[in-house]
C-alpha cells in the first residue's frame, strides 16, 4: 500500500524549522508527508545551487511540495528543477513585483550587505520586523520554531530573498495568503486564497484551517 501514498515535502520559512508543520494532519492512508530543513549555505552560493543541493533530499517524483515564506521561493525555485504535481506556497510571494516597498528600498540600497547579523534580534530590526517579533514572543514561538539563526544563513537568505530576480508568476501555483501578513502585505500579492486575519505565521496560529482545507486543496 505503501507504493500508493502520495508524497508531500514541506519547506519551512527563513529562519523556521520544520516543527512549523507539526499541527498539520493528512490522511495517513493517502499521503506520505518529508519535512524539509535548512542547511548552510556555501559561501556566494546563488539560490539555484542552493537548491540543486537541497535537491538531492527528495527523493520522489510528481510530489507536491508547499513552501511556508521564504520557503515558498525555494519551492518555485526547486519547482524548476524536477517533477512536481502541484505547488502551493503560503505566506510568501510569487514573483518580484510582490515584495512590499521597504523590502525593494533595502534592495535598491544594498544596506542589508552591511548591516550586523550578529544577532537575530537584529534581523528582525533590520527588515522592521517588531511586530512580528512581538506575535513571535507573545505566542512563545521564537525559541520552538525560530532556530535557524546562524549569521551567515540570514545573511545569504535575506540577500537570496531581496535579489530573486522571478518576473512572471509561475503556471498552475496555488497561492495561499493571509490579510493580516506584516511581512508580505496583501495589497501587495495578487490572485491568491486568502485567509481573514491571518497572519505571517498563521501555518501555525491557523492550523485548524489548513486542516480542514488544504487536502481539498491538494486534491482539487
Same mark, same amino acid.
Given at each position: 500500500?505503501?507504493?500508493?501514498? %502520495?508524497?508531500?515535502?514541506?519547506? &519551512?520559512?527563513?529562519?523556521?524549522?520544520?516543527? @512549523?508543520? !507539526?499541527?498539520?494532519?493528512?490522511?495517513?492512508?493517502?499521503?506520505?508527508?518529508?519535512?524539509?530543513?535548512? $542547511?548552510?549555505?556555501?559561501?556566494?552560493?546563488?539560490?539555484?545551487?542552493?537548491?540543486?543541493?537541497?535537491?538531492? *533530499?527528495?527523493?520522489? *517524483?510528481?510530489?507536491?511540495?508547499?513552501?511556508?515564506?521564504?520557503?515558498?521561493?525555494?519551492? %518555485? !525555485?526547486?519547482?524548476?528543477?524536477?517533477?512536481?504535481?502541484?505547488?502551493?506556497?503560503?505566506?510568501?510571494?510569487?514573483?518580484?513585483? *510582490?515584495?512590499?516597498?521597504?523590502?525593494?528600498?533595502?534592495?535598491?540600497?544594498?544596506?542589508? =550587505?552591511?548591516? &550586523?547579523?550578529?544577532? $537575530?534580534?537584529?534581523?528582525?530590526?533590520?527588515?522592521?520586523?517588531?511586530?512580528?517579533?512581538?506575535?513571535?514572543?507573545? @505566542?512563545?514561538?521564537?525559541?520552538?520554531?525560530?532556530?535557524?539563526?546562524? =549569521?551567515?544563513?540570514?545573511?545569504?537568505?535575506?540577500?537570496?530573498?531581496?535579489?530573486?530576480?522571478?518576473?512572471?508568476?509561475?503556471?498552475?501555483?496555488?497561492?495561499?495568503?493571509?490579510?493580516?501578513?506584516?511581512?508580505? &502585505?496583501?495589497?501587495?500579492?495578487?490572485?491568491? @486564497?486568502?485567509?481573514?486575519?491571518?497572519?505571517? *505565521?498563521?501555518?501555525?496560529?491557523?492550523?485548524?484551517?489548513?486542516?480542514?482545507?488544504?487536502?481539498?486543496?491538494? !486534491?482539487?
Amino acid at each position: 500500500m505503501g507504493n500508493n501514498k %502520495q508524497h508531500i515535502y514541506l519547506m &519551512p520559512g527563513l529562519g523556521a524549522n520544520s516543527l @512549523i508543520f !507539526e499541527y498539520l494532519q493528512f490522511p495517513k492512508d493517502k499521503y506520505c508527508i518529508h519535512l524539509l530543513d535548512w $542547511f548552510m549555505p556555501i559561501k556566494n552560493e546563488s539560490l539555484n545551487d542552493y537548491c540543486i543541493r537541497l535537491s538531492n *533530499e527528495i527523493k520522489h *517524483e510528481n510530489i507536491i511540495l508547499i513552501g511556508v515564506s521564504f520557503g515558498g521561493v525555494i519551492a %518555485q !525555485e526547486l519547482s524548476r528543477l524536477m517533477s512536481i504535481k502541484k505547488l502551493i506556497i503560503i505566506s510568501s510571494i510569487k514573483n518580484k513585483k *510582490e515584495l512590499p516597498k521597504n523590502f525593494r528600498l533595502i534592495r535598491a540600497t544594498n544596506i542589508h =550587505k552591511i548591516f &550586523p547579523m550578529s544577532t $537575530f534580534n537584529n534581523f528582525f530590526k533590520f527588515l522592521k520586523y517588531s511586530k512580528i517579533d512581538k506575535i513571535y514572543k507573545r @505566542i512563545n514561538l521564537a525559541d520552538r520554531y525560530l532556530t535557524v539563526r546562524d =549569521k551567515d544563513y540570514l545573511k545569504w537568505s535575506i540577500n537570496c530573498l531581496l535579489n530573486w530576480d522571478q518576473e512572471k508568476t509561475l503556471d498552475n501555483i496555488v497561492h495561499i495568503h493571509g490579510n493580516s501578513d506584516h511581512i508580505f &502585505p496583501i495589497k501587495y500579492i495578487k490572485n491568491s @486564497i486568502v485567509i481573514e486575519n491571518g497572519r505571517h *505565521e498563521m501555518i501555525i496560529t491557523r492550523a485548524k484551517w489548513f486542516n480542514q482545507n488544504l487536502i481539498k486543496i491538494i !486534491e482539487n
